[in-house]
């Protein structure tokens, strides 16, 4: 399973990227708000710092929900890198979106995806990434891992060379539990990625390893 980081925080991509587990980033309009990145051209060089400093497929989100202005949002954001994907949501327009991309060379990430047939849609229409919001579901009171182990088992039944994108991320125990389930990568808070470190036993046993190696 790969990690993305689900972030616009350049310190914490970077302290991720350190660890040498980074396989990449996503962001969403309201990540990138959060860093108070204002404006066209703010938005598309905070991209390209990012792409200089992970190498991997980073999602960039268009702000468009017409299909012309996705076509030539998505064209725009593409062109920053050859590792950026373009992130569309999944509506009407952003699925025929989707397939253009698809047939143009272009990558694409189907983000707010909350059911296993906008997930058939998606890979029909060849987004290389999907993304399912897991702690979003969990907040409804659904299981968000059903989820994903719901269309994982499509994809595999069907061949669907889709990515599931395990997204929404809350807890350390929501990477587990989407490995487990078949997600193809998780993307994750800084937190969550740093909470797999935890156990008590591993600083009970480390604090115990000190303390005896100074009589060694
Ligand atoms: C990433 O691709 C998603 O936009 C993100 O994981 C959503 O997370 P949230 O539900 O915590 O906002």
């Avoid at 990540?31 to 108070?36: I, N, P, T, Y």
């Avoid at 710092?49 to 998505?74: K, M, N, Q, R």
Wanted: aromatic letters at 6%; glycine letters at 8%.
């Amino acid at each position: 399973m790969k990690f993305f980081i689900d972030t616009a925080n350049l310190a914490q991509i970077k302290e991720a990227n350190d660890l040498g587990i980074l396989d990449g980033v996503t962001t969403n309009p309201s990540l990138m708000a959060k860093e108070g990145i204002k404006g066209n051209e703010a938005i598309l060089n905070h991209y390209k710092t990012i792409c200089d400093l992970v190498d991997g497929d980073i999602s960039a989100e268009v702000l468009s929900v017409t299909y012309d202005e996705i076509i030539e949002e998505g064209k725009i954001l593409a062109a920053i890198h050859p590792n950026i994907v373009v992130k569309v949501p999944m509506i009407k327009d952003g699925i025929k979106a989707i397939k253009w991309f698809t047939d143009n060379g272009i990558k694409t990430n189907c983000t707010l995806v909350f059911s296993a047939g906008q997930a058939i849609l998606a890979a029909k229409a060849g987004a290389t990434y999907l993304s399912p919001f897991i702690g979003r579901i969990d907040d409804t009171n659904w299981d968000g891992i059903e989820l994903i182990a719901q269309i994982a088992n499509i994809y595999g039944t069907q061949g669907f060379d889709t990515q599931i994108l395990a997204a929404s991320i809350r807890t350390p125990l929501h990477i587990v539990r989407c490995a487990e389930a078949g997600a193809d990568v998780c993307t994750c808070p800084l937190d969550s990625i740093l909470g797999l470190l935890k156990h008590p036993l591993t600083d009970i046993g480390l604090a115990k390893f000190i303390e005896d190696a100074k009589k060694m």
